[in-house]
Each structure stands twice: as structure tokens, then as C-alpha cells.
């Protein structure tokens, strides 16, 4: 799969499964000693809640990553949206500009609505 991808597919991928592990250590070290892996890697709890929000809709994001752009940023809001939009946004069959121009609008809608 990963072969098939461009690099910044590659790079989206990358960061998903990042987070993805990241988290199941958590719960393979117990919480006193992943937070303590935590500050040995200088993750600021900032960076652990984006990491919690990626990992969490990992499942969604690895359905979309053809498509999605690889900066943190553009991870974060595609997380943010509903799994059904986005899924569906996937299967509309339009360009990955056009879906990436739909995603940040209903990020933005998302953000000002709370």
C-alpha cells in the first residue's frame, strides 16, 4: 500500500500510525511510565492531546489518506469532522483538491459552532 502513495500520502500515513502507536503504548506502560516517555521524547501535552485526537479516528483518517493533506494541521481537522461526511467526502470520486477544499470548509463550520 504505501508503495502505491505519494510521499505526501506517505507522510499522512506515517503521522496516523505514529499517533496510533503512540497511544497503544499507553496503555502497554500504564500511565505514570508513558508519561514519563512522554517528557524523555519532549511531548508537551499540547502535542499529546493532536497525537489522542489522531490515534482516536486513526480508522477514518487511514480511509482517507490518499487524499488528505500530511500537515498537522489539515490531520486535525479531517479528525474533527464526522466519520459519515468524511467517508463520504472519500467516496464522492472528486479530485483531491476539491475534497480538500470541502474538508477545511466543514472544519471551519465545525470550529465556529463549537
Do not use: D, P
Given at each position: 500500500?504505501?508503495?502505491?502513495?505519494?510521499?505526501?500520502?506517505r507522510l499522512a500515513f506515517q503521522k496516523i500510525i505514529?499517533?496510533?502507536?503512540?497511544?497503544q503504548a499507553e496503555e502497554q506502560f500504564g500511565?505514570?511510565?508513558?508519561?514519563?516517555?512522554?517528557?524523555?521524547?519532549s511531548i508537551t501535552s499540547e502535542q499529546l492531546s493532536w497525537h489522542r485526537?489522531?490515534?482516536?479516528?486513526?480508522?477514518?483518517?487511514?480511509?482517507?489518506?490518499?487524499w488528505i493533506p500530511c500537515d498537522d494541521q489539515a490531520l486535525d481537522m479531517a479528525a474533527a469532522v464526522e466519520s459519515e461526511r468524511l467517508l463520504a467526502i472519500n467516496r464522492s470520486g472528486k479530485s483531491?483538491?476539491?475534497?480538500?477544499?470541502?474538508?477545511?470548509?466543514l472544519a471551519a463550520v465545525k470550529a465556529a459552532h463549537g
Open positions: 500500500m504505501l508503495n502505491r502513495l505519494e510521499e505526501t500520502n505514529r499517533s496510533w502507536t503512540l497511544l500511565e505514570v511510565r508513558f508519561h514519563q516517555l512522554c517528557r524523555e521524547l485526537q489522531i490515534a482516536e479516528n486513526a480508522g477514518k483518517l487511514l480511509h482517507c489518506v490518499n483531491a483538491q476539491t475534497m480538500r477544499i470541502e474538508l477545511q470548509e
